[in-house]
């Protein structure tokens, strides 16, 4: 069974930087893409970034020219780093990977944004 590691995460200063970090353990089939959700209390769940197998990203538009997704160096991982950190940030982040069999989650990790 497909599972998804996180890293990361934890209280910061509005205007500080986290980084997240994602492994996908287990995979028997090719991973199509992976990314980062995110949801705050109440809120609907947002799709924050994602990166295909073929290096194309995209992101919310929140969070673009702040937060940037790159692979790891380990094989099937990513991270997701997060400059200029805002309240409205704070929320669960979790991991997920695409394959053409399913799509994997990991546990989540909090991210809390002061201000």
Do not use: H
């Amino acid at each position: 069974q497909v599972q998804i590691l996180e890293s990361g995460g934890g209280l910061v200063q509005a205007g500080g930087s986290l980084r997240l970090s994602c492994a996908a353990i287990k995979m028997w089939f090719n991973i199509n893409s992976m990314g980062w959700f995110r949801q705050a209390p109440g809120k609907e769940p947002e799709l924050v970034a994602s990166m295909t197998s073929g290096g194309n990203t995209d992101y919310a538009d929140s969070v673009r020219g702040r937060f940037t997704i790159s692979r790891g160096n380990a094989k099937n991982t990513l991270n997701l780093q997060m400059n200029s950190l805002q309240p409205e940030d704070t929320g669960n982040y979790s991991c997920y990977a695409d394959t053409l069999r399913e799509r994997a989650w990991g546990q989540g990790t909090q991210v809390t944004v002061s201000s």
